[in-house]
Structure formats: structure tokens, C-alpha cells
């Protein structure tokens, strides 16, 4: 398993502290407050919330500042999950090795778990007064387009009408980008925009996540094939069992690992410019595609 840096290592307990923190906030009507902190509190790998905190190593940003933004990026994340788990769409019963929202309270207590991780992201964003105004919008312009019907709202309805077609590598790739590359994509713009990256690093990092994003998709692929439900914390071989197309079943595990490396190499190319700032960003890079869960 692929090791984080000593920075990520110890950065890991004060996000989780943090955002424990402003999940507690929310203080919302029982039993959906208590459906927010079962979702959110119990596992994951933050690996978002590392995105954003990792790409401002490269600015020297406040971190204090960042773990909000990260904060409001995984509230994003913890709602796509528990939306994902439902009858209607993946009907899934286990997420993160224990049952989903849905089994554990009802659907009605998770949809509305879902809907308030999501706005109360915005409302995080809101509250971010030491940036100025247009850092705000811009940010939450950002991650609006990330999540909605641009990025992955809009991807998680051409991922269920595959399921009824047959698609290629290219709407593959599509449909990831959009499902699960544009999230990963904003937790590393959102840093680089706080820090006032140019136009040039701006690009970069665009590169260097679209890549990582990939990448994090095709080793889900892989994972979904080889993994076992135990060490995946969620039900394995879901995508053979639904009929649909990944980078797994589409290559075959061979090829599939090949792009892997590929995605990987061409990511970790994409930050030659950067000096050991970047190395927090590369070991996020590895530990994507070493994975086992
Ligand atoms: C319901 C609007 C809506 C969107 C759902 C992102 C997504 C779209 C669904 C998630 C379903 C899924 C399993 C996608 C595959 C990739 C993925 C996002 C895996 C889970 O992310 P991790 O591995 O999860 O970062 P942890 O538990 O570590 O936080």
C-alpha cells in the first residue's frame, strides 16, 4: 500500500476533526442529524479533502482556510454516496462496510441527508468572510458545476441509461469524467484559485487531476472485478451484476492495468515542472492507483 506524506499523514486527524466539527453544526431535526453523522463519520478516504489540502502546499495557503473548502467538498461527496446507495439508483445495501443510509434509518431520512450535505456545502462556502467576495462566487461557481448537471449529476444519468445500451471506451470515459472526474477536479481547482494560481498552473492542474481522475475510475473498475466485498467495505462485482461497461469489463483486468500505469505516468509528468511542493500531489497520484478499497 502506498504510503501519504508525513504531511497528509498528520493534515489526515485535523481534517476529521474539522469536519466532525461543522457536520455537528448543522444540529438538524432527529433522526436526520443522526443520519448526516452515521454517513459521513464512519470511514472514507478523505481522499478529496487530500486533493484540496495537498494543492495548496503548492501555494503555501492558509490551512485553516483549505480544511473548509475541503470540508464543503466532502459534504458533496458523503451526499453522492448516500443519493448513489438508493433503491432508485444503485440499490446497494453496504458503504463503507456497514449498512447504507437508506437500510440503517429509511429512504426518506437518507434522501433528505443527501439534500442537506449538499446544500449546507453551499452554505459552508458562504461563511468563508476572510475571502473576498469574488473568490467566494467563483468557488462556488466551481464546485456548483462540479456536482450539478455539468459534472456529476449529469453523469449519473448517462451511467444509468447505459445500463440499457451498449457504449464504448469513448462514452466510458465520458461518463467517468463526468460522474466522478469533475468532483476530484474541483477539489484541486478550488486550492489552486484560493492561491492564485496563474493561467498556466491553472492548466497543469487541470491535466495533472483529469488524469488522477481517470485513473481513480479505472482502479473502481478494477477494484469492482478483483476486490472482495470484505476489503471494499461495499458489495463487489456490483458492475458485472448490473450488466454494465467499465474499463474492467470493456479491456479486460490486463489492459485495464496497463492504462492504470499509463494514466499514472502521464499524471505524475504533468507536475515535472513542480518542485517537492508537488510531492504531496504525486503520492495522492500513487496512492489512487494502489488502492485496495
Ligand atoms: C447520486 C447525484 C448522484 C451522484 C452519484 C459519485 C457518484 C455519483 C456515485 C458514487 C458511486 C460510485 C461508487 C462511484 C464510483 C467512484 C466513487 C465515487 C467511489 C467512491 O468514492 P471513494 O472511493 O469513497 O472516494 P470513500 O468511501 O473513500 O469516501
Redesign the pocket.
Known sequence: MTSLTPYLNDALPRFEASFEQALKNINAPSPLQEAILYSTLQ??????PLLTLATGKLFSTDEALLMQIAIAI?MI??????????PA??NDTL??GQPTCHIQFDEATAILA?DALLTESFYHLTQLTSLPDSTRLHLIQLLSHA?GPRG??G??ML?ILAEETSIDAEDLATIHSL??GK?IEASILAAAFVGEANEEVIEVLTQFSQKIGLA??VQ?DILDLSGTTDSL??TAGKDQQQGKTTYATFYGLEKANKILEALLRSALSSLEAFNEQADCLRSLALYIIN?S?
Open positions: 470511514g472514507g478516504k478523505r481522499l478529496r466532502e461527496h458523503a451526499y453522492s454516496l448516500i443519493h448513489d446507495d438508493l439508483m444503485d458503504r463503507r443527501g456536482a456529476m449529476v453523469g449519473q451511467d460522474k466522478t468532483l481513480f475510475q473502481d467495505g461495499k488502492r478499497s
